[in-house]
């Protein structure tokens, strides 16, 4: 049995893993303490759901093949709870259906088996990243000279304040949690306009335009939200 490591390294966070594999949930544990995270682990998804509401982990790297529940109702159930933690789900099938669905229940991001461990820590790193460091204890989110307050929900460029319309706002709040990570028009739609929404990608990009315009302040660093061409849209600030 692997020596646990219960000392995290200074940064780095609190993980669940969650598979009913014994043999691959204590080689991600250990592999994951080695790493510097502390771990906790389950094998199934009501100990998930309840050690996820219990120790507010920092992040769940979550199976979607539970033998109770599969992953997918995990975050769902979670999300309706109000337990707004991130979700790693790794998943077996390399279908872009359950990739659909896993973002649209409020999952960050997934992994394919067989997977790598080295890309699983950079997956969570990078979730990580987006959900905990873009925010200051203020509640305000940064990119470059744009700032988004969530408290007072207000946005400003360049210390200009930008008057946005509450979609607008949901919309560039996403791109910013999201800063430096390519997200497509569906998983735009899926957590922007949420589940109720039957039209079509395109609002996406009048939407885009629309914040894109708004954004274009005299004195501003020039464009930051960039468009990936048959994939999707990134904001980040070109240096």
Do not use: C
């Amino acid at each position: 049995m692997p020596m646990r490591d219960t000392t995290p390294s200074e940064g780095e966070a609190r993980l669940l893993v969650v598979d009913d594999e014994p043999n691959i949930r204590d080689l991600l544990a250990s592999s994951l303490r080695f790493a510097g995270f502390e771990v906790l682990s389950a094998a199934d998804g009501a100990t998930a759901y309840r050690l996820a509401s219990e120790e507010r982990p920092d992040l769940i790297v979550l199976d979607v093949m539970l033998p109770d529940m599969d992953g997918f109702t995990v975050t769902r159930r979670l999300r309706e709870a109000g337990v707004d933690v991130p979700v790693l789900f790794l998943t077996a099938r390399d279908d872009m259906r359950d990739k659909i669905q896993g973002l649209t229940v409020g999952g960050d991001d997934y992994v394919t088996k067989p997977f790598g461990l080295e890309e699983v820590v950079a997956r969570i790193r990078a979730i990580l990243r987006r959900t905990r460091q873009n925010s200051d204890e203020d509640g305000t989110l940064r990119v470059g000279d744009l700032e988004l307050d969530e408290d007072a929900h207000e946005v400003r460029r360049a210390g200009v304040e930008i008057d946005l319309s509450p979609t607008e706002f949901k919309l560039l709040r996403y791109l910013m949690i999201n800063e430096g990570r390519v997200v497509s028009k569906m998983q735009i739609l899926d957590h922007v306009w949420e589940y109720d929404w039957d039209g079509e990608a395109a609002i996406v990009e009048s939407y885009i335009s629309y914040l894109r315009r708004k954004l274009a302040v005299e004195g501003s660093s020039g464009e930051i939200i960039h468009t990936r061409r048959g994939v999707g849209y990134i904001l980040r600030e070109e240096s």
